[in-house]
């Protein structure tokens, strides 16, 4: 799948989505299915008090593994059976997609990114001195190297990318002026002035 025909948003929503289905899933095996889990072989009427005794111990010791192995394995009831098989399956696909797209993200940002960077070398910059056209593309790099390697969902990242993005509509029409210069570099430095006092 080539993302790089697709427009931005579009990506950094699928992405989102796919995370979002992803926790909803994990948040389902984690809490919900051990817990459903263990009343329902408690009120168990098939099996014995044995039986009952270590599939609970095997829920506790392994809590979402067991869960999942009662609901197949050991559980009468249809309703918890086909949500353990359910679960694991879209566990299994999710975890492949998200697997997949993560890189293709990865590499679509950099690209995006790496444009706007060579665009302050071809686009027109009427008014702006030699050094502030320097300083904008030094940031600009500055904010691509704290991308990589950055976790997608984090707040950091969100409002890197949303610089970069900023930019790009900025010189949409090739060019950058003297108010649009000092818009995004008033922006850059609140960033920078925000991380720095939730770091202190």
Same mark, same amino acid.
């Given at each position: 799948?080539?993302?790089?025909?697709?427009?931005?948003?579009?990506?950094?929503?699928?992405?989102?989505?796919?995370?979002?289905?992803?926790?909803?899933?994990?948040?389902?095996?984690?809490?919900?299915?051990?817990?459903?889990?263990?009343?329902?072989?408690?009120?168990?009427?098939?099996?014995?008090?044995?039986?009952?005794?270590?599939?609970?111990?095997?829920?506790?010791?392994?809590?979402?593994?067991?869960?999942?192995?009662?609901?197949?394995?050991?559980?009468?009831?249809?309703?918890?059976?086909?949500?353990?098989?359910?679960? #694991? %399956?879209?566990?299994?696909? &999710?975890?492949?997609?998200?697997?997949? !797209? /993560? $890189?293709?993200?990865?590499?679509?940002?950099? +690209?995006?990114?790496?444009?706007?960077?060579?665009?302050?070398?071809?686009?027109?910059?009427?008014?702006?001195?030699?050094?502030?056209?320097?300083?904008?593309?030094?940031?600009?790099?500055?904010?691509?190297?704290?991308?990589?390697?950055?976790?997608?969902?984090?707040?950091?990242?969100?409002?890197?990318?949303? #610089? %970069?993005?900023?930019?790009? &509509?900025?010189?949409?029409?090739?060019? !950058? /002026? $003297?108010?649009?210069?000092?818009?995004?570099? +008033?922006?850059?430095?609140?960033?920078?002035?925000?991380?720095?006092?939730?770091?202190?």
């Amino acid at each position: 799948m080539d993302l790089s025909v697709l427009p931005s948003w579009l990506v950094i929503a699928l992405a989102i989505f796919v995370g979002i289905l992803f926790i909803v899933v994990l948040i389902l095996y984690s809490v919900v299915l051990p817990i459903w889990g263990i009343v329902e072989c408690v009120n168990s009427k098939t099996l014995g008090s044995r039986a009952k005794t270590i599939w609970i111990l095997v829920i506790i010791i392994f809590w979402t593994v067991g869960a999942v192995l009662y609901g197949i394995f050991g559980s009468s009831q249809g309703g918890l059976k086909k949500v353990s098989i359910v679960g #694991l %399956i879209l566990t299994i696909l &999710l975890s492949g997609a998200f697997a997949a !797209l /993560l $890189p293709k993200l990865r590499s679509f940002i950099n +690209t995006q990114m790496t444009i706007a960077i060579n665009q302050i070398d071809v686009i027109e910059t009427p008014g702006l001195k030699a050094e502030e056209k320097n300083a904008i593309k030094q940031h600009l790099y500055s904010l691509k190297e704290e991308t990589e390697g950055a976790w997608f969902f984090n707040p950091q990242f969100r409002a890197t990318f949303q #610089l %970069i993005k900023l930019f790009g &509509l900025m010189t949409k029409d090739n060019k !950058l /002026l $003297p108010e649009e210069y000092r818009d995004w570099m +008033t922006k850059f430095e609140a960033r920078n002035l925000t991380e720095g006092q939730k770091s202190e």
